[in-house]
């Protein structure tokens, strides 16, 4: 199988949630059943053998760590049957959020572009579709875990398969491993990490440049691409956040609260308060704890 520049993207909360999980033995003759319109994700993970399996006008031959995820409204078929003793773990899951499947090969489409119609969420879970694991052994651990947890009282299964699951697709997960992320993304959020562990502080293009190690108009670039926002405005938007957050849990004064997020000029917190909430700090204040 060679690897594919396809890849699944979900809009995370709400994670992807596990429904059922095997494993399962195919012997010399034996292969995959055919099925349409299944309705769920089915992440398919090779431990030995070699699995022959299609979707629509795409073949794989996937071999031994070897992941292929086949999407809910799409032909699933056998290419051909095995031609050695073939194990294979499958998981079916359901996707509440967003999903969309992409190639970064497709005219003018990109990593940061397809990562950028995510951004409505917290997190965008990143999988590749057809994939060789980097830890198989890991992965074939947890899908151990995920089938012993169904033997176990359903009260206690639950939680152990859902834990499980999402432990499996954090491994899985494309931007936990750098080499393949973007290069954009990687500083854009390293932006982001700094501005919210700092944004009580003074933050300055220099400050942000020199932490950083890039010039400020390259880090502005790749915030720009990848949150539609430049760091200065990113930081305004954070610090009006959390001073939301101060107006709802405690009864601050709204000065000690404007100092606290980092506004050293009171009435300028005011003013940018309203113009981005649409009331001003004590308003809003009174209309949700009154």
Request: aromatic share 14%.
């Amino acid at each position: 199988m060679s690897e594919t520049s396809e890849h699944v993207y979900f809009a995370a909360p709400p994670l992807p949630y596990y429904l059922e999980s095997g494993v399962t033995l195919h012997q010399p003759g034996d292969q995959h059943p055919s099925r349409k319109q299944l309705g769920v994700f089915d992440l398919l993970i090779v431990e030995s053998g070699c699995l022959f399996i299609g979707e629509e006008e795409q073949r794989w031959s996937l071999t031994e760590g070897q992941t292929l995820l086949l999407l809910p409204d799409l032909y699933h078929y056998s290419v051909k049957p095995s031609e050695e003793n073939t194990v294979f773990y499958w998981v079916h899951f359901q996707a509440v959020g967003q999903w969309q499947q992409s190639s970064l090969e497709h005219a003018n489409l990109n990593h940061e572009a397809h990562y950028k119609r995510f951004l409505t969420s917290p997190y965008s879970l990143h999988l590749q579709k057809a994939w060789t694991l980097p830890y198989p052994e890991q992965a074939y651990r947890l899908m151990r875990a995920l089938n012993k947890a169904g033997s176990e009282r359903q009260s206690s299964a639950f939680w152990t398969q859902q834990q499980t699951f999402e432990e499996l697709l954090r491994m899985m997960d494309l931007r936990q491993n750098e080499s393949y992320t973007s290069p954009v993304v990687t500083l854009a959020e390293k932006t982001e990490a700094y501005i919210k562990n700092n944004y009580r502080t003074e933050i300055t293009s220099k400050t942000m440049s020199e932490t950083l190690n890039f010039h400020y108009n390259y880090i502005t670039r790749c915030m720009k691409q990848v949150y539609g926002m430049t760091p200065i405005d990113y930081l305004a938007k954070y610090r009006l956040e959390q001073a939301k957050l101060l107006l709802l849990k405690t009864e601050w004064p709204v000065a000690e609260i404007a100092m606290h997020v980092g506004f050293e000029n009171v009435p300028y917190f005011s003013n940018c308060f309203t113009r981005q909430i649409g009331l001003p700090p004590t308003k809003f204040r009174k209309r949700y704890t009154s």
